[in-house]
């Protein structure tokens, strides 16, 4: 595989809606290293029509005739959360490199069992955190690093989801539901959180209220009343490792105010990180960010940001398949150096132990230290 394009294999990428073609498909596209062989959905007649929309040659309705077929070095997986641990071992039992969509898995002993096989196989994995791709972030984590703000001292995370507000779709009803692993917390909250100690560093203690304030919620479609069990606001504050205090909010059901905000307060200046084009429903991972910055009590002003922080081509399209496109890119050099991928499964497993520790942490009232 040293000159030969790395062939891919999606699970998940009905050409009708979703994640795997409104992200991964494109951005694999535009990538030059990679090529797309094989892509499965829930039924043949979808991905059939995927394939053939997109110019795949192989297509499939059963994960495991994808996973097993000689012409897929990678596979990545872009489905529901409750489908991630089975299909992941699935695919690591075939020995294919992988690349599995955040959360990892609907529990950290999922995830952790994920990594487990991933390191027993020796093949590179990664999971997409795409907020570590975006170049703002990255600068962000350089400036910091290199004493912009002197000292940090604080930082402030708004984050708003119109999800998990009162009313639902039946195809997202599940996600009302806190056993799948795909809530308000895991999904935003996994996101923002990760990118907050991407840029400071891990948490050292913390407390938290996860609260459920909506117990009932409406199904749209077919006017029925559904449970609502999974939280729909997250307060957090903390100490990072490097003293730095923190403050997280996380509100589902609004797009209305601010979508996205972090504010950085240092020794010697402050980071601002916002959406560059705003609009109510602004996600980390998904945005393209802007960052102002200010020194010595100046006021503040847009903060320049390389092109060296633009890992692909201007090929890559703007919007969702970007920062996968840029973690892509980072997966390609690891499979091709046979070095360990970042953000990988370890990652994962610690980002999962994190939302455990904070789900403790307002489930006892008392203040962890991790």
Request: charged share 20%; hydrophobic share 40%.
């Amino acid at each position: 595989m040293a000159t030969s394009k790395i062939r891919v294999g999606i699970i998940g990428a009905n050409v009708r809606y979703g994640w795997g073609s409104s992200a991964h498909i494109p951005a694999l596209k535009a990538l030059t290293e990679f090529e797309i062989t094989a892509v499965c959905t829930s039924r043949q007649e979808t991905a059939d029509e995927t394939a053939h929309h997109f110019g795949i040659p192989f297509a499939f309705h059963d994960p495991a005739k994808l996973v097993q077929h000689p012409n897929v070095d990678l596979v990545s997986i872009c489905v529901r959360v409750p489908f991630h641990h089975q299909l992941a071992l699935a695919a690591l039992h075939a020995g294919k490199h992988l690349f599995c969509e955040w959360p990892l898995a609907a529990t950290t002993e999922q995830a952790r069992q994920i990594l487990d096989l991933a390191e027993r196989k020796r093949v590179r994995h990664m999971v997409g955190l795409q907020a570590r791709g975006a170049p703002a972030l990255n600068r962000v984590r350089d400036l910091i690093a290199d004493g912009y703000i002197g000292k940090p001292l604080s930082c402030t995370m708004v984050v708003a989801s119109p999800a998990w507000g009162a009313e639902f779709t039946s195809s997202r009803a599940y996600l009302a539901d806190r056993s799948t692993g795909a809530t308000l917390m895991t999904i935003p909250g996994g996101h923002s959180i990760d990118a907050l100690c991407f840029c400071l560093g891990e948490f050292k203690e913390l407390s938290s209220f996860v609260a459920t304030q909506r117990r009932q919620v409406k199904n749209i479609d077919t006017g029925e009343t559904l449970q609502m069990t999974s939280p729909d606001q997250v307060l957090l504050n903390g100490v990072l490792e490097n003293g730095t205090l923190a403050s997280v909010h996380v509100k589902g059901g609004t797009a209305n105010g601010i979508g996205f905000l972090f504010e950085i307060q240092g020794t010697d200046g402050d980071l601002i990180v916002g959406p560059a084009r705003p609009r109510p429903a602004s996600s980390v991972q998904i945005s393209e960010l802007s960052v102002k910055g200010s020194r010595n009590g100046e006021p503040l002003e847009e903060v320049a940001i390389p092109e060296s922080y633009r890992w692909v081509s201007s090929a890559m399209p703007a919007g969702p398949p970007f920062n996968v496109g840029q973690l892509f890119v980072r997966l390609a050099q690891a499979i091709r150096e046979g070095k360990p991928a970042a953000p990988d499964f370890t990652l994962a497993v610690k980002r999962h132990h994190l939302l455990d520790v904070i789900q403790k942490a307002s489930d006892s009232g008392q203040r962890q230290v991790i």
